[in-house]
């Protein structure tokens, strides 16, 4: 009978994002990173385009100390040039910000929302508004790996990976491309064999032991990417946009959000520990459960009885909102090495 760490591709990803939390970078490998490299893991995060399923952001350690003092939610889109662009001094803020390409008045909306987090300083000045910077926005990241999981590689999921990781390989958007499976025990590991681009690297998982953080094998070591280099689809300034977006919802989001587009409040959602990481499962269906099943319309939900939100004290929720907070805990420790 497959374990929680096996038996669906959500488990596997959850349990790879763990393993890249306690051991990236790849014993065997030959990236630049180090033990003393903090590292931020995240998953789903990519391009309107292009979605990986893993994003470990190697950062620079003076960088990401000084990204905390701007919170730990994400700078998104719309925020961004504005923390980047702000002056130290008092300006007007048409003059102090790039020309945007869209009207200003989504600027000047932007502003207020970043002055309300308190990631600016806004103040007018007749009928102008001026801005002031509150510190300097770091350049915190070092590099991104993408990694790009599928347990089982049969023939039609090798099919539909070579075309995502050639796209991944053009773009270069991230410093390496890496595909995650499990590994066979074959003499030959099936993912050697498939038209795969050689750039990217492969590790092989068995997670049947537990998440220990020797669990990978380095089968294929990947080539380094420039993601400084004008391409096809978009030139190096887009880039280097596009990788802040990334890093920056990764920052904010973490790879333990599986809580807010599940149903932890359902009696039947529980957690199962597997080595160093958890898995959520379902009770009733006696398996992992996945994000687009363990829903409202799911027809095994049942919300957790009023008794379980009233037992013990404080008064501070049930059993899924305990499990809650274990995760947000988790994923805070994390973002603060």
Same mark, same amino acid.
């Given at each position: 009978?497959?374990?929680?760490?096996?038996?669906?591709?959500?488990?596997?990803?959850?349990?790879?994002?763990?393993?890249?939390?306690?051991?990236?970078?790849?014993?065997?490998?030959?990236?630049?990173?180090?033990?003393?490299?903090?590292?931020?893991?995240?998953?789903?995060?990519?391009?309107?385009?292009?979605?990986?399923?893993?994003?470990?952001?190697?950062?620079?350690?003076?960088?990401?100390?000084?990204?905390? $003092?701007? !919170?730990?939610? &994400?700078? =998104?889109?719309?925020?961004?040039?504005? +923390?980047?662009? %702000?002056?130290?001094? #008092?300006?007007?803020?048409?003059?102090?910000?790039?020309?945007?390409?869209?009207?200003?008045?989504?600027?000047?909306?932007?502003?207020?929302?970043?002055?309300?987090?308190?990631?600016?300083?806004?103040?007018?000045?007749?009928?102008?508004?001026?801005?002031?910077?509150?510190?300097?926005?770091?350049?915190?990241?070092?590099?991104?790996?993408?990694?790009?999981?599928?347990?089982?590689?049969?023939?039609?999921?090798?099919?539909?990976?070579?075309?995502?990781?050639?796209?991944?390989?053009?773009?270069?958007?991230?410093?390496?491309?890496?595909?995650?499976?499990?590994?066979?025990?074959?003499?030959?590991?099936?993912?050697?064999?498939?038209?795969?681009?050689? $750039?990217? !690297?492969?590790? &092989?998982? =068995?997670?049947?032991?537990?998440?220990? +953080?020797?669990? %990978?094998?380095?089968? #294929?070591?990947?080539?380094?990417?420039?993601?400084?280099?004008?391409?096809?689809?978009?030139?190096?300034?887009?880039?280097?946009?596009?990788?802040?977006?990334?890093?920056?919802?990764?920052?904010?989001?973490?790879?333990?959000?599986?809580?807010?587009?599940?149903?932890?409040?359902?009696?039947?959602?529980?957690?199962?520990?597997?080595?160093?990481?958890?898995?959520?499962?379902?009770?009733?269906?006696?398996?992992?459960?996945?994000?687009?099943?363990?829903?409202?319309?799911?027809?095994?939900?049942?919300?957790?009885?009023?008794?379980?939100?009233?037992?013990?004290?404080?008064?501070?929720?049930?059993?899924?909102?305990?499990?809650?907070?274990?995760?947000?805990?988790?994923?805070?420790?994390?973002?603060?090495?």
């Amino acid at each position: 009978m497959p374990t929680p760490a096996t038996d669906s591709e959500f488990s596997f990803e959850l349990l790879v994002c763990r393993w890249a939390e306690l051991g990236w970078p790849p014993a065997n490998g030959d990236a630049p990173g180090s033990d003393d490299t903090p590292v931020i893991v995240s998953r789903q995060l990519g391009t309107k385009k292009r979605r990986w399923d893993t994003i470990v952001i190697e950062c620079d350690p003076e960088g990401l100390v000084a990204r905390r $003092e701007f !919170g730990d939610r &994400t700078i =998104d889109g719309d925020l961004l040039p504005v +923390v980047r662009h %702000a002056p130290a001094e #008092w300006a007007y803020y048409r003059d102090a910000l790039p020309d945007p390409g869209y009207p200003w008045r989504y600027v000047r909306e932007a502003i207020h929302r970043a002055a309300a987090r308190g990631l600016v300083e806004k103040r007018k000045n007749g009928n102008r508004i001026e801005i002031r910077r509150k510190r300097p926005y770091p350049e915190w990241v070092s590099r991104i790996i993408a990694i790009e999981n599928k347990p089982d590689l049969d023939a039609s999921a090798a099919a539909a990976l070579s075309d995502q990781l050639e796209h991944d390989v053009d773009t270069a958007l991230a410093d390496e491309v890496w595909l995650a499976t499990g590994r066979t025990g074959e003499r030959v590991e099936p993912a050697l064999l498939r038209q795969f681009p050689v $750039e990217a !690297g492969v590790l &092989t998982f =068995d997670f049947s032991a537990g998440t220990h +953080v020797d669990a %990978a094998t380095v089968d #294929w070591l990947p080539s380094a990417l420039d993601p400084t280099s004008d391409g096809e689809r978009f030139d190096g300034a887009e880039k280097a946009r596009r990788r802040r977006l990334i890093a920056e919802r990764a920052y904010g989001k973490g790879w333990r959000s599986f809580t807010e587009t599940t149903r932890p409040d359902c009696r039947w959602f529980e957690l199962e520990r597997a080595g160093r990481g958890v898995v959520p499962t379902c009770a009733a269906k006696g398996r992992c459960q996945h994000e687009t099943e363990c829903s409202s319309r799911c027809g095994s939900f049942e919300p957790e009885p009023p008794q379980w939100r009233t037992n013990g004290w404080p008064i501070d929720g049930g059993p899924g909102q305990g499990l809650r907070r274990l995760l947000e805990r988790r994923r805070e420790r994390a973002r603060k090495r």
